[in-house]
């Protein structure tokens, strides 16, 4: 994988009228095959810091985003306006999670720009948490791009 982009993401997450939140700076690669746009970077855990996670955006030409990490079968589906059911893998099992997306719109391209999505999740259809993903994405020597999505 090259790391030719810098990649913020920036995650919000309310439970229960709580809001934590997380932000993550890393070199990843942006790139587009037949229509569709991927990001791809490396996670790592704090008590494995030499052990990296791959992680896959997946952003659709119809506007879905699939959350990916290869070898792993968690896998979240945001479409704006439906409800997906989705696998995530907690380490200590698989839980089935209803992802409805309320918000997803970008404006990437090969220069960089931003993905902001807003989604909730649900287990056994009552609400769990409400969550709000911005990923900027800068070119590697260039000039940031995509402050204009709110």
């Given at each position: 994988?090259?790391?030719?982009?810098?990649?913020?993401?920036?995650?919000?997450?309310?439970?229960?009228?709580?809001?934590?939140?997380?932000?993550?700076?890393?070199?990843?690669?942006?790139?587009?095959?037949?229509?569709?746009?991927?990001?791809?970077?490396?996670?790592?855990?704090?008590d494995a810091p030499y052990t990296g996670h791959k992680k896959i955006l997946k952003i659709e030409p119809t506007g879905t985003v699939t959350m990916l990490s290869p070898g792993s079968p968690t896998r979240l589906i945001l479409e704006k306006g439906r409800r997906h059911k989705c696998m995530y893998d907690t380490g200590a099992g698989l839980l089935s999670l209803g992802v409805f997306t309320q918000t997803l719109k970008h404006d990437l391209s090969a220069e960089g720009g931003m993905l902001r999505i807003r989604y909730t999740l649900d287990l056994d259809a009552h609400l769990s948490s409400e969550n709000d993903?911005?990923?900027?994405?800068?070119?590697?020597?260039?000039t940031p791009d995509g402050t204009a999505i709110q």
């Amino acid at each position: 994988m090259q790391e030719n982009y810098e990649i913020t993401i920036i995650g919000r997450q309310t439970i229960e009228q709580e809001t934590g939140e997380i932000k993550l700076d890393t070199l990843g690669d942006y790139s587009e095959r037949n229509g569709v746009k991927y990001i791809s970077y490396m996670e790592y855990d704090n008590d494995a810091p030499y052990t990296g996670h791959k992680k896959i955006l997946k952003i659709e030409p119809t506007g879905t985003v699939t959350m990916l990490s290869p070898g792993s079968p968690t896998r979240l589906i945001l479409e704006k306006g439906r409800r997906h059911k989705c696998m995530y893998d907690t380490g200590a099992g698989l839980l089935s999670l209803g992802v409805f997306t309320q918000t997803l719109k970008h404006d990437l391209s090969a220069e960089g720009g931003m993905l902001r999505i807003r989604y909730t999740l649900d287990l056994d259809a009552h609400l769990s948490s409400e969550n709000d993903i911005i990923v900027r994405l800068k070119k590697r020597g260039g000039t940031p791009d995509g402050t204009a999505i709110q």
